[in-house]
């Protein structure tokens, strides 16, 4: 009887290693351990052996089920494994392939581009990007910027106000620009802070060189040991990479209320090299002859302005920083000549084909 065990044993074991499919294993199972199988059977009639027997066969019965169903589960796993690679491999596909028939990809919008361009530059030097709401309050956009109460930016002809009750900080606008978001930014994170913010801003304008809704880039630098030639290294590195690396910044006084000094930023004219003459003698069209082109405003934060985040981390007294904001549309057309900035925004795929 124990010899007869071995054999259905042996016979089963080598099945099982050559069974090539998890199909084929199941059949082996049914054939060797289902319910009209031998070995079953066998277990089953143990209790009628001479009782001398039982023992020594009910035991090797049992092993080689034990042993039977072991490694129909090993080797159901094996296969069961090769079957799914063997699927993957199969079922493939590669999405980078054109659809049938083929379909333009398309192509980004240059303002886009022009924006992802710059938060590239930006990301590279340490920056990361926030973003605040377009949808704004009077406290955010003038006042915690330190904004004088007669600013001309704060009347109703400049602005497009939202409707609401009543005026004063909590009164609803379009953003004017991005600058906003240095206090809800400063707000939710203390210093150190390097930030740039990108998003659309609103006016009430509207001619060839202005629409009412436009793109900024605001930048927001705040530590304890920040100063202006950190300024001055961050946006030359900047105009390297979007206009080329022959070019220089130079800094020029200005006034803006959140900043204190303030500066204007010029680059070197890429189209003159900075000479203002084209080919000896003809002055430059696109610097007008002056070898700069103003590219931003910009300068070191206000103490009024970090009064209004003192219990967000940012005490006067220990942190500097800087700030600049861009207009996205002016850094495409300066860069690409485009000549009206109307043409981003019709939407002429005979303009927009000739970038990207
Ligand atoms: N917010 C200004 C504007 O829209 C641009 C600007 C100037 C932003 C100086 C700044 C800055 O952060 O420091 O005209």
């Given at each position: 009887m124990i010899e007869r065990i071995d054999a259905i044993r042996a016979e089963a074991e080598a099945a099982i290693a050559a069974a090539t499919t998890t199909a084929a294993l199941e059949e082996l199972r049914v054939r060797h351990?289902?319910?009209?199988?031998e070995l079953p059977n066998l277990l089953r009639g143990?209790?009628?052996?001479p009782p001398a027997e039982r023992g020594a066969v009910g035991k090797a019965a049992n092993v080689a089920r034990q042993a039977l169903e072991a490694q129909i589960t090993a080797r159901g796993a094996e296969l069961e494994l090769a079957e799914l690679r063997e699927r993957l491999a199969r079922d493939?596909?590669?999405?980078t392939l054109p659809g049938t028939p083929p379909q333009p990809v398309g192509r980004l919008h240059l303002l886009t581009a022009t924006r992802r361009e710059i938060e590239d530059v930006f990301l590279g030097l340490g920056f990361r990007v926030a973003e605040g709401p377009e949808v704004e309050t009077v406290f955010h956009n003038f006042d915690a910027l330190n904004?004088?109460?007669?600013?001309?930016?704060?009347a109703r002809t400049d602005t497009f106000y939202v409707p609401g009750?009543?005026?004063?900080?909590?009164e609803v606008l379009l953003?004017?620009?991005?600058?906003?978001v240095q206090v809800r930014a400063m707000r939710e994170q203390p210093p150190p802070i390097a930030i740039i913010m990108p998003g659309r801003v609103y006016r009430r304008d509207s001619d060839a060189t202005h629409t009412p809704q436009f793109h900024q880039i605001e930048g927001l630098a705040v530590d304890e040991d920040i100063t202006l030639a950190d300024l001055k290294g961050t946006l030359l590195a900047f105009a390297k990479a979007i206009f080329g690396e022959e070019r220089e910044v130079r800094l020029r006084p200005h006034f803006f209320?959140?900043?204190?000094p303030s500066v204007e930023v010029d680059v070197s004219c890429f189209q003159c090299a900075g000479t203002g003459a084209l080919d000896g003698a003809?002055?430059?069209n696109l610097c007008k002859g002056t070898g700069w082109l103003e590219i931003l405003g910009s300068g070191m934060v206000d103490p009024n302005v970090f009064a209004y985040v003192r219990?967000?981390?940012?005490d006067p007294e220990r942190v500097q920083g800087f700030a600049f904001g861009m207009g996205v549309e002016r850094i495409a057309m300066l860069r690409h000549g485009v000549?009206?900035?109307r043409l981003f925004y019709d939407n002429d795929l005979r303009f927009l084909r000739q970038f990207g």
């Open positions: 351990l289902g319910r009209k199988a143990v209790a009628e052996l493939r596909v590669d999405v904004h004088d109460p007669a600013h001309p930016a704060r009750p009543g005026r004063g900080p909590d953003r004017t620009h991005t600058s906003p209320p959140f900043t204190e003809a002055r430059c219990e967000y981390g940012y000549p009206d900035l």
